[in-house]
């Protein structure tokens, strides 16, 4: 069976004809040709698919395609600024939150949602909301730093 | 992991719509996040032909008041429940428990009524269908013995919810909608003691509230659970203590426990504390009470024992908390 699937995808309203077995990183990365989001575990355990859906972060890998009818997702895609990077992504940069680079996307579609809700988060707040997310190169003290930068940088 | 299977997707809008879509496909299964049934559909454990996702449909997003208590509709996501105040304030350990689910991202999308229906897990069911295949299947799925218990045929597989043992101490009943109406009966009536078929569920029927009475309201309460993983992982063993005083002594106790067995349940022979103070002779009696109704088998890698220990010096350390805290 196949239907057509409407939704906002980074802010963009498109329609596409999709079975409806597929899954939503599956629809990202080979209808919408975004492929920032990544596979990592498959079942909701690392994080690396980690997209917003309805502006709260939601995993991409356990999402089927169909079940996104009518909502806005948004990808790593979405941030970058006329070309530049976003406070985010050049947090990551800068603080060396990145290193193999693989969770990242994931990572910051995760830091985004929380700095969305909680514009100056303290350390708990981001360990607790970051959480989902596992990286097996930085030891997450240079990811916290990514998001604190980040906050600081929004910080009007 | 496998890949998706093919099933159909249906998305109801109302509950009525939803139960008519299952009584006319029996291969039909409910979905709503999907934390738990995407990744088992994915793994081959489950083949359904269609898929009902229930999360378009408005009533069940509801949390009302309900009788100076509250009805909180199951499709609430399990962040929503976590920080909503009233429940915080008078249902701490619903609260709590929500809180322990998974990790951050889950509880976005996973709901309440989805963690009550939340599958029983095993280590040699839990598996890829090619894992299952090269280690003979179980009892559970399409194999024919149970690899933690060989001799018998019982499934162990162990409930794995945090939020069910945390409605248990708080009285909590279940409103189930099904092909011949609606029904709420007591959230213990809805689980079976045998992990192949957990779900007192009749064909068809789905959670479609949970009430939590008044008269509990404001009892303190707490949940806690080990877990291999801190950040996210479901209990190896996990506890809900209430526990009223008065006047120095215990007025109620309850205990709730789940990841020990097939099912969540409410500790038994707990009135024994009643009318004494809760000092730390019946603190270690309560620890060995609930050790001793814990029967956790090697559904895990971590050994039985340990979560048998665990179970009791959790229902313990949460008891002389909230002892220590009333006034």
Redesign the interface.
């Known amino acids: 069976?196949e239907?057509t699937l409407h939704l906002t995808l980074n802010g963009r309203r498109r329609g596409d004809l999709v079975p409806?077995?597929?899954?939503l990183v599956d629809y990202l990365r080979e209808v919408a040709a975004l492929t920032g989001t990544k596979i990592g575990c498959?079942?909701?355990?690392c994080?690396a698919c980690?997209v917003l859906?309805d502006g709260?972060?939601?995993?991409s890998c356990?999402?089927?395609a169909?079940?996104c009818?009518g909502r806005h997702v948004e990808t790593i895609e979405s941030l970058e600024e006329g070309g530049r990077m976003a406070a985010l992504q050049r947090g990551f940069h800068e603080k060396l939150g990145a290193q193999c680079g693989f969770c990242t996307p994931g990572m910051i579609m995760?830091a985004e949602?929380l700095l969305r809700a909680t514009p100056d988060p303290g350390t708990e707040d981001i360990r607790?909301?970051?959480?989902?997310?596992i990286c097996r190169c930085t030891g997450y003290i240079k990811i916290i730093e990514a998001v604190q930068a980040a906050a600081r940088e929004l910080a009007p | 992991m496998e890949y998706m299977p093919e099933f159909r997707l249906c998305a109801p809008a109302s509950v009525d719509e939803a139960v008519g879509l299952a009584a006319a496909d029996a291969g039909a299964r409910y979905l709503s996040g999907g934390t738990d049934l995407v990744v088992n559909v994915r793994r081959g454990i489950e083949r359904p032909a269609a898929l009902i996702d229930l999360s378009a449909i408005g009533e069940l997003k509801d949390i009302d008041e309900d009788d100076g208590g509250l009805r909180l509709g199951a499709g609430v996501v399990l962040r929503d429940l976590a920080e909503n105040e009233t429940l915080r304030r008078d249902f701490a350990a619903v609260a709590e428990a929500a809180l322990a689910v998974a990790g951050p991202t889950h509880r976005e999308y996973a709901t309440l009524g989805g963690n009550l229906c939340l599958d029983t897990r095993c280590l040699f069911y839990n598996q890829s269908e090619w894992w299952r295949g090269a280690n003979d299947y179980c009892l559970k799925k399409e194999g024919e013995t149970c690899h933690v218990a060989p001799k018998g045929s019982f499934c162990f597989a162990a409930f794995s919810g945090d939020v069910a043992p945390a409605l248990l101490v708080s009285g909590a009943e279940v409103e189930l909608a099904g092909p011949e109406g609606r029904r709420r009966i007591p959230l213990a009536e809805l689980y079976n003691d045998d992990g192949m078929d957990h779900l007192a569920l009749k064909a068809g029927e789905l959670v479609a509230a949970v009430h939590l009475p008044g008269a509990v309201a404001g009892v303190p309460s707490a949940y806690a659970k080990a877990r291999v993983r801190g950040s996210i992982d479901f209990p190896l063993a996990g506890a809900a203590v209430a526990l009223a005083m008065k006047g120095g002594g215990v007025e109620d106790l309850r205990v709730g426990l789940t990841a020990v067995g097939p099912r969540p349940f409410l500790v038994e022979d707990t009135e024994r504390f009643a009318d004494a103070p809760l000092d730390g002779a019946a603190l270690d009696d309560l620890r060995e009470m609930v050790r001793a109704q814990a029967q956790p088998m090697r559904t895990t890698t971590v050994a039985p024992w340990y979560r048998r220990r665990v179970a009791g010096n959790l229902a313990r350390r949460l008891a002389a908390g909230l002892a220590a805290a009333s006034p």
């Open positions: 069976m239907s409806d077995n597929m899954l498959d079942g909701g355990e994080g980690t859906v709260r972060p939601r995993h356990l999402t089927l169909g079940a009818q995760a949602g607790a909301s970051m959480a989902s997310n």
